[in-house]
């Protein structure tokens, strides 16, 4: 028990000082915020409420002109694939009267138009097909675009409710420390729980070797 008890005592003055300070470092900066916020903190936060509802406003609105472009987009693609299927019955058509026997014995003029209005429908159909695959393309690229805002107007979301939420000065500072701090915090955990004990180790390995 005493030793685990000595483990524990050592662990704690390895633990705390490194949290200590970095726990001073967010309330310092919590305190550095708060005395550099200019006005109330109430008008403040209503300000940063009508700033969030605003740029979610203009994400929604962004997002249901996407949706309607997807929509036009889809109609469009549907329309095109009903117009290669029915240039392709008529190619089909066209075919069937180019026999052998329609070659040799049919109606020269008759052949001839046939065949012209093969070609035209042949290239009426590749650019329908054209037409599909960029509409396709486009309407990856709005899906694309639709998931961008859906997940800016989450995020809008999640900072609204939070801020709706918050009636504490200390918390708002609090977090607003922890959120321009965290790199730096997390920078001074590393070097004290990891790059510090490594450097002492590996000084006291040399000066055992010598």
Request: hydrophobic letters at 40%; proline letters at 1%.
């Amino acid at each position: 028990m005493q030793a685990l008890a000595r483990i524990i005592r050592w662990w704690l003055g390895k633990l705390l000082p490194g949290v200590l300070v970095a726990g001073l470092l967010i309330g310092g900066g919590a305190c550095w915020f708060y005395s550099r916020d200019q006005g109330d903190f109430d008008t403040n936060r209503r300000e940063r409420l009508q700033a969030l509802g605003v740029e979610r406003d203009h994400l929604q609105q962004s997002l249901t002109e996407v949706r309607t472009k997807m929509d036009r987009i889809s109609s469009e693609t549907v329309a095109e694939q009903e117009r290669i299927q029915q240039v392709d019955k008529v190619i089909g058509q066209l075919k069937d009267l180019e026999s052998t026997w329609d070659k040799l014995v049919g109606n020269r003029e008759q052949q001839r138009a046939n065949a012209e209005q093969l070609a035209k429908m042949t290239a009426l159909r590749q650019d329908a097909v054209e037409r599909r695959a960029t509409l396709l393309t486009d309407f990856k690229r709005a899906t694309w675009e639709r998931d961008g805002l859906e997940i800016a107007r989450g995020n809008i979301e999640s900072r609204l409710q939070a801020l709706a939420t918050e009636d504490s000065k200390v918390g708002h500072y609090l977090r607003l420390a922890w959120e321009r701090l965290k790199v730096w915090v997390v920078v001074w955990l590393g070097l004290y729980y990891f790059a510090w004990p490594l450097y002492r180790f590996r000084r006291w390995l040399h000066a055992d070797r010598d």
